[in-house]
């Protein structure tokens, strides 16, 4: 049932809203004929409306999560409750900076500590998920460029197991796509990158582990490569939770990293955002960096903090959001770092990669294909469902609606692109052994039910509150918005 | 370990499963030289304990000023509902609802909202929202440039009344696929854009045109008029708007004789925190032929295999997971949870309610605006219409007045001085429904002492 099913003209939530209407001075012709037409309901409709609808979720603090290359660790409550704090969540952001010391100087050491995690010189706060992260690294790749006058590079390159944010944060930026394919091994295939480069590369775009979560080894000849034919290196910070701690892109010769807060640094993914996609730069770099950032004046009791703008970064590619970013997401994943703290950032990848490759050994010995199967895994590993797929016409989107009934979200299905029928698992640092060998036993199990009973299991789901969804319809006849009148509904009934 | 809930055991029986001595070997791929030393400028971990004694002094620090300033981010009551709900582990960790059948709630949630957005609007289609107002500009410039097949240039005339920072945020997003965004002057006495000042801009070609309602100034824009001017040229109309002014005001699907064909705005009216300028999120709604130019996610309602109604995200061909290089725009998270406490917000206030708030909101800053221009050395710098907020010319610079009205714990308003100097000493005020006549009065009071104070210093 919608909310609007629940509205009775005349009803409403009297207590939150004022108790007055006054009399409005403002000409008939700026103002509307009639009602907005929202739901008119008391609020213990709505809550209850509402509360409902959130049990009809998979989330992180419901079930095992593990969605390949969205890093779904768990989300510790402090960061919420702290960054929501009066005079956090109460300040606006335009505020005097004189009132805001407290929130800036969060800012400030996030920034610092973003820098030592990664090896960058530089980091601003102000791209607001990681394609707007992409954008601004890319952005500022073509700023530097232009700056020395070196006005023909506008190709950037981009692996073709990368995600598909990179080729179009490539076009936005104005640049053409230059796709590199990858080798058997899954590293990017270094003669065909050498064949690539030119005049007209600006960059390369790339994710370290790559998208089929596996370590670049030959990164080091990758960045001599690009760096040799005169364009830069951009790290997407996608997977980032696979290194943090064992090693930073600064090192491997990046010029220009997004991070994805919302994974690495454990911010919520709310549904879909939001997310808060911070870049750091290298020396090069450090004079385009979006404003606003923040800079420290004066050391202990002394130390004051206010925002860098375009006066202090003339070169800067300009300004990404009215104010200064997802503040609220940043003071999230800065009270996450302080409670890792040193020791706690340094095991992030450690357990991140032992619960990876403990899986994918356990899945292999139930009998599952992987996709790299002479690869440590990163994070994050393949399994190929091809086999299932010819011999039980049983895929990779069955497995992952069978899990569903199992208890578990399902993997990342279909991507990347290039393993056929595959499912890429992440299971993150924060799952206990149990999840995880529980996991496995619910994959035997489909496994088995797929050799007895593939039409079964291509039924699945049947626990859910919906079973599968008639995704042709929806995009043929679209119903995007409800209609107050029978005969739009019956359209759709 | 902080959020490791493995035991030495555990580590000990993983190893051996695996075939390894230690956790160490399992990145013997990456090579040596790139193995990090110690991170030692990071700190030591803090207890809960720990942090939440300094985030909470340092918040404190920060302390809640009386606000009166708006300039395109708005303090309105948020029922406690709202963030209760929202903060839900089932909403708050979820993410993008992929696998639809595990996710409905999320699903139907959205459109619930798409359908609560295009009635506020007026516009047939709403997508499941975008990152702020100000990239929402910026996408809805690259959408009409798109769309608008009977334009050959890429020119974008947008009105000087527009927030100025929705236009530097839009012009660094567009400038790579070559648009040009050019400003139409506002009138010096209505601080509003007329058809005659866009009619001078118009040159040979214009793609699209950008009214904004109310404008940054607070005023009130003739929008049929210029709605209907932009259609006159072939122009594609966008309209930048307030979600709660649109409670009051004329939808923009109603604006003119056909309607604007793409509006957007900042949603953070709708039951988002201040929080410092985010995490908030830019709504966009269009008109239906428009639908497949539309960035973002968008939910369609559909059936299941035993035809029971069902919610999943839809269009998915415009986006950058399956079109690559050829998508709508790169985006792929959104602002999920923030919709996710507006749909509650938009539920709970109903049509009344939030039409109450915003005629609260004008109310009290028509109040707030005779009180401080009856004070002497203060006035108005705008005639006509508006809406919540209101410009005021101060005889002295703004800045050493905005500290002092902090120093009594006000927050006074936004200086425009960097933004727009040709106003003189203007200072741009907003007086929402969380204001009182009593804070009105003791702003008043305040600037009277420090007006005064200054005249005798």
Same mark, same amino acid.
């Given at each position: 049932?919608?909310?609007?099913?629940?509205?009775?003209?005349?009803?409403?939530?009297?207590?939150?809203?004022?108790?007055?209407?006054?009399?409005?001075?403002?000409?008939?012709?700026?103002?509307?004929?009639?009602?907005?037409?929202?739901?008119?309901?008391?609020?213990?409709?709505?809550?209850? &409306?509402?509360?409902?609808?959130?049990?009809?979720?998979?989330?992180?603090?419901?079930?095992?999560?593990?969605?390949?290359?969205?890093?779904?660790?768990?989300?510790?409550?402090?960061?919420?409750?702290?960054?929501?704090?009066?005079?956090?969540?109460?300040?606006?952001?335009?505020?005097?900076?004189?009132?805001?010391?407290?929130?800036?100087?969060?800012?400030?050491?996030?920034?610092?500590?973003?820098?030592?995690?990664?090896?960058?010189?530089?980091?601003?706060?102000?791209?607001?998920?990681?394609?707007?992260?992409?954008?601004?690294?890319?952005?500022?790749?073509?700023?530097?460029?232009?700056?020395?006058?070196?006005?023909?590079?506008?190709?950037?390159?981009?692996?073709?197991?990368?995600?598909?944010?990179?080729?179009?944060?490539?076009?936005?930026?104005?640049?053409?796509?230059?796709?590199?394919?990858?080798?058997?091994?899954?590293?990017?295939?270094?003669?065909?990158?050498?064949?690539?480069?030119?005049?007209?590369?600006?960059?390369?775009?790339?994710?370290?582990?790559?998208?089929?979560?596996?370590?670049?080894?030959?990164?080091?000849?990758?960045?001599?490569?690009? &760096?040799?034919?005169?364009?830069?290196?951009?790290?997407?910070?996608?997977?980032?939770?696979?290194?943090?701690?064992?090693?930073?892109?600064?090192?491997?010769?990046?010029?220009?990293? &997004? /991070?994805?807060? &919302?994974?690495?640094?454990?911010?919520?993914?709310?549904?879909?955002?939001?997310?808060?996609?911070?870049?750091?730069?290298?020396?090069?770099?450090?004079?385009? /960096?979006?404003?606003?950032?923040?800079?420290?004046?004066?050391?202990?009791?002394?130390?004051?903090?206010?925002?860098?703008?375009?006066?202090?970064?003339?070169?800067?590619?300009?300004?990404?959001?009215?104010?200064?970013?997802?503040?609220?997401?940043?003071?999230?994943?800065?009270?996450?770092?302080?409670?890792?703290?040193?020791?706690?950032?340094?095991?992030?990848?450690?357990?991140?990669?032992?619960?990876?490759?403990?899986? /994918?050994?356990?899945?292999?010995?139930?009998?599952?294909?992987?996709?790299?199967?002479?690869?440590?895994?990163?994070?994050?590993?393949?399994?190929?469902?091809?086999?299932?797929?010819?011999?039980?016409?049983?895929?990779?989107?069955?497995?992952?609606?069978?899990?569903?009934?199992?208890?578990?979200?399902?993997?990342?299905?279909?991507?990347?692109?290039?393993?056929?029928?595959?499912?890429?698992?992440?299971?993150?640092?924060?799952?206990?052994?149990?999840?995880?060998?529980?996991?496995?036993?619910?994959?035997?199990?489909?496994?088995?039910?797929?050799?007895?009973?593939?039409?079964?299991?291509?039924?699945?789901?049947?626990?859910?509150?919906?079973?599968?969804?008639?995704?042709?319809?929806?995009?043929?006849?679209?119903?995007?918005?409800?209609?107050?009148?029978?005969?739009?509904?019956?359209?759709?009934? | 370990?902080?959020?490791?809930?493995?035991?030495?055991?555990?580590?000990?029986?993983?190893?051996?499963?695996?075939?390894?001595?230690?956790?160490?070997?399992?990145?013997?791929?990456?090579?040596?030289?790139?193995?990090?030393?110690?991170?030692?400028?990071?700190?030591?971990?803090?207890?809960?304990?720990?942090?939440?004694?300094?985030?909470?002094?340092?918040?404190?620090?920060?302390?809640?000023?009386?606000?009166?300033?708006?300039?395109?981010?708005?303090?309105?009551?948020?029922? *406690?509902?709202?963030?209760?709900?929202?903060?839900?582990?089932?909403?708050?960790?979820?993410?993008?609802?992929?696998?639809?059948?595990?996710?409905?709630?999320?699903?139907?949630?959205?459109?619930?909202?798409?359908?609560?957005?295009?009635?506020?609007?007026?516009?047939?289609?709403?997508?499941?929202?975008?990152?702020?107002?100000?990239?929402?500009?910026?996408?809805?410039?690259?959408?009409?440039?798109?769309?608008?097949?009977?334009?050959?240039?890429?020119?974008?005339?947008?009105?000087?009344?527009?927030?100025?920072?929705?236009?530097?945020?839009?012009?660094?997003?567009?400038?790579?696929?070559?648009?040009?965004?050019?400003?139409?002057?506002?009138?010096?006495?209505?601080?509003?854009?007329?058809?005659?000042?866009?009619?001078?801009?118009?040159?040979?070609?214009?793609?699209?045109?950008?009214?904004?309602?109310?404008?940054?100034?607070?005023?009130?824009?003739?929008?049929?008029?210029?709605?209907?001017?932009?259609?006159?040229? +072939?122009?594609?109309?966008?309209?930048?708007?307030?979600?709660?002014?649109?409670?009051?005001?004329?939808?923009?699907?109603?604006?003119?004789?056909?309607?604007?064909?793409?509006?957007?705005?900042?949603?953070?009216?709708?039951?988002?925190?201040?929080?410092?300028?985010?995490?908030?999120?830019?709504?966009?709604?269009?008109?239906?032929?428009?639908?497949?130019?539309?960035?973002?996610?968008?939910?369609?309602?559909?059936?299941?295999?035993?035809?029971?109604?069902?919610?999943?995200?839809?269009?998915?061909?415009?986006?950058?997971?399956?079109?690559?290089?050829?998508?709508?725009?790169?985006?792929?998270?959104?602002?999920?949870?923030?919709?996710?406490?507006?749909?509650?917000?938009?539920?709970?206030?109903?049509?009344?309610?939030?039409?109450?708030?915003?005629?609260?909101?004008?109310?009290?800053?028509?109040?707030?605006?005779? *009180?401080?221009?009856?004070?002497?050395?203060?006035?108005?710098?705008?005639? +006509?219409?508006?809406?919540?907020?209101?410009?005021?010319?101060?005889?002295?610079?703004?800045?050493?007045?905005?500290?002092?009205?902090?120093?009594? +714990?006000?927050?006074?308003?936004?200086?425009?001085?960097?933004?727009?100097?040709?106003?003189?000493?203007?200072?741009?005020?907003? *007086?929402?429904?969380?204001?009182?006549?009593?804070?009105?009065?003791?702003?008043?009071?305040?600037?009277?002492?420090?007006?005064?104070?200054?005249?005798?210093?």
């Amino acid at each position: 049932m919608l909310i609007f099913e629940h509205s009775r003209e005349g009803r409403r939530a009297t207590a939150q809203a004022p108790r007055e209407k006054p009399h409005v001075d403002i000409p008939a012709k700026f103002l509307r004929e009639k009602p907005a037409g929202l739901p008119q309901v008391s609020e213990m409709q709505a809550v209850r &409306h509402y509360t409902r609808l959130s049990q009809k979720n998979f989330s992180i603090d419901t079930h095992f999560y593990p969605l390949g290359s969205c890093t779904m660790k768990y989300n510790p409550r402090a960061c919420n409750s702290l960054a929501m704090l009066p005079g956090l969540v109460t300040r606006h952001p335009l505020s005097p900076v004189s009132h805001g010391q407290g929130f800036l100087a969060c800012m400030f050491e996030l920034q610092e500590m973003l820098k030592e995690v990664t090896g960058m010189q530089g980091v601003s706060l102000t791209p607001m998920a990681g394609a707007q992260g992409e954008f601004a690294g890319v952005a500022m790749i073509r700023a530097y460029h232009q700056a020395r006058a070196d006005l023909d590079r506008d190709e950037i390159l981009v692996p073709d197991a990368a995600h598909g944010t990179n080729p179009a944060t490539a076009i936005m930026c104005g640049c053409k796509v230059v796709e590199i394919p990858t080798d058997k091994h899954g590293d990017v295939d270094i003669d065909a990158l050498k064949a690539a480069v030119g005049p007209r590369t600006a960059g390369i775009m790339l994710t370290n582990p790559s998208t089929l979560g596996v370590f670049e080894r030959r990164i080091e000849e990758i960045a001599k490569i690009v &760096h040799g034919a005169g364009g830069l290196l951009y790290y997407d910070g996608a997977n980032l939770n696979a290194i943090l701690g064992k090693a930073r892109p600064g090192d491997m010769g990046f010029d220009v990293i &997004h /991070m994805n807060l &919302h994974k690495t640094f454990s911010t919520p993914h709310g549904g879909g955002g939001p997310g808060s996609g911070a870049v750091g730069v290298g020396k090069r770099l450090l004079p385009f /960096m979006p404003v606003p950032v923040v800079a420290k004046e004066g050391e202990g009791d002394a130390a004051s903090y206010r925002w860098l703008t375009e006066k202090d970064l003339p070169q800067t590619i300009g300004r990404l959001s009215a104010f200064m970013g997802n503040a609220g997401v940043l003071l999230r994943a800065y009270v996450y770092a302080r409670m890792l703290g040193r020791d706690g950032m340094n095991r992030v990848a450690e357990f991140a990669t032992l619960n990876a490759n403990y899986l /994918m050994t356990k899945l292999r010995e139930a009998g599952f294909q992987l996709g790299y199967p002479g690869r440590r895994a990163s994070h994050e590993f393949i399994v190929t469902l091809k086999r299932q797929d010819k011999e039980l016409g049983v895929n990779a989107m069955d497995f992952a609606k069978a899990l569903l009934d199992e208890g578990f979200h399902a993997p990342t299905t279909y991507f990347p692109l290039l393993v056929p029928e595959c499912l890429l698992i992440e299971p993150t640092e924060t799952e206990a052994k149990e999840a995880i060998d529980a996991f496995v036993a619910a994959m035997v199990r489909i496994l088995e039910q797929a050799k007895k009973d593939p039409q079964k299991v291509k039924g699945a789901p049947y626990s859910t509150p919906v079973r599968r969804l008639d995704d042709v319809r929806a995009a043929r006849q679209l119903d995007l918005v409800w209609k107050n009148d029978a005969s739009a509904n019956d359209k759709v009934a | 370990m902080p959020f490791i809930p493995h035991t030495e055991n555990e580590i000990r029986e993983m190893l051996d499963a695996i075939g390894v001595d230690d956790v160490d070997t399992l990145f013997d791929e990456i090579p040596a030289t790139l193995r990090a030393r110690e991170l030692s400028a990071l700190p030591d971990a803090l207890s809960e304990n720990e942090i939440t004694r300094l985030m909470r002094r340092r918040a404190a620090r920060d302390g809640e000023l009386v606000n009166f300033i708006g300039a395109g981010a708005y303090e309105h009551h948020i029922p *406690a509902a709202v963030w209760e709900i929202t903060t839900r582990g089932e909403f708050y960790s979820a993410y993008t609802p992929y696998q639809a059948e595990a996710s409905q709630g999320t699903l139907q949630l959205i459109y619930e909202y798409q359908t609560m957005m295009a009635a506020l609007t007026g516009m047939d289609v709403s997508n499941a929202s975008l990152y702020d107002g100000a990239s929402a500009l910026a996408e809805a410039c690259l959408m009409a440039v798109r769309a608008n097949r009977r334009s050959a240039s890429r020119r974008v005339l947008v009105a000087g009344s527009v927030n100025p920072v929705y236009l530097k945020v839009a012009s660094a997003i567009t400038a790579g696929q070559g648009i040009e965004l050019e400003l139409v002057a506002f009138d010096r006495a209505s601080g509003t854009v007329d058809t005659a000042a866009f009619e001078s801009a118009k040159g040979d070609d214009v793609t699209a045109v950008v009214i904004p309602q109310p404008n940054f100034f607070g005023q009130l824009e003739d929008v049929d008029a210029l709605c209907d001017w932009g259609h006159a040229n +072939g122009a594609l109309v966008i309209g930048v708007v307030n979600p709660v002014a649109l409670a009051l005001l004329k939808a923009p699907g109603n604006w003119g004789e056909k309607g604007a064909d793409i509006v957007c705005g900042e949603g953070q009216p709708l039951g988002v925190p201040l929080s410092s300028g985010g995490p908030y999120f830019g709504f966009m709604c269009c008109r239906q032929p428009l639908v497949r130019q539309m960035p973002g996610r968008v939910v369609g309602r559909t059936v299941d295999l035993e035809g029971r109604t069902g919610y999943t995200l839809t269009l998915q061909a415009r986006e950058q997971h399956i079109r690559r290089s050829k998508a709508t725009s790169n985006i792929c998270t959104n602002q999920g949870l923030m919709v996710t406490a507006a749909t509650i917000h938009m539920a709970m206030l109903g049509s009344e309610g939030l039409e109450r708030v915003a005629a609260v909101s004008h109310a009290n800053t028509q109040r707030l605006v005779d *009180a401080l221009s009856g004070l002497g050395g203060v006035k108005r710098v705008f005639s +006509g219409p508006f809406f919540h907020e209101a410009v005021l010319e101060l005889e002295r610079p703004v800045e050493a007045v905005l500290e002092s009205l902090a120093d009594a +714990g006000i927050c006074g308003g936004y200086s425009l001085r960097e933004s727009f100097p040709e106003l003189g000493n203007a200072l741009m005020v907003c *007086a929402t429904e969380t204001r009182n006549p009593a804070d009105i009065d003791h702003y008043a009071h305040e600037l009277k002492r420090i007006l005064k104070g200054a005249k005798a210093a």
